[in-house]
């Protein structure tokens, strides 16, 4: 009895162990684009509109609030959803299309897993579709 006792406490600490890891190591980190983009395409999800972005300033500020948002990781890739606000396709010089992001309203998908973001996202998503409403 006893050993069947310590035998399910052991499993139950290596489980909750084991969550805390994961969910701390994948909590607070940040986005990171470490090429230089050179164009940027906005795709408007409530309006289908495309528009390329080639203002390097505007790509800076895009590029600077991106690497902003603080990033928690699901613990699952994403298999599909629906709705979304912006899609962004970043395109760096070598003209390769190394990032596709979809920003919602609650986070953004990204390499086909689903990250929760801080407030930040909101904010990027008004800013860049403001910029398309601008440039379209």
């Not at 310590?6 to 162990?17: E, Q, T, Y």
């Not at 590029?63 to 599909?80: A, G, Q, Y």
């Not at 930040?120 to 860049?128: A, F």
């Amino acid at each position: 009895m006893k050993k069947k006792k310590i035998l399910v406490i052991g499993i139950i600490l290596i489980v909750v162990i084991v969550c805390s890891w994961i969910l701390l190591h994948e909590t607070g980190k940040r986005f990171k684009i470490d090429k230089t983009i050179k164009e940027i395409r906005i795709r408007n999800g409530n309006t289908g509109n495309m528009v390329n972005i080639n203002d390097e300033y505007q790509i800076e500020v895009v590029i600077n609030r991106l690497n902003e948002l603080e990033l928690k990781k699901s613990l699952f890739p994403v298999k599909s959803y629906t709705g979304w606000k912006v899609i962004l396709d970043l395109y760096p010089e070598d003209g390769s299309k190394d990032y596709a992001v979809t920003i919602r309203n609650d986070g953004i998908i990204y390499k086909n897993y689903y990250y929760g973001t801080n407030k930040e996202t909101v904010k990027l998503q008004d800013y860049l579709l403001e910029v398309a409403e601008k440039n379209g």
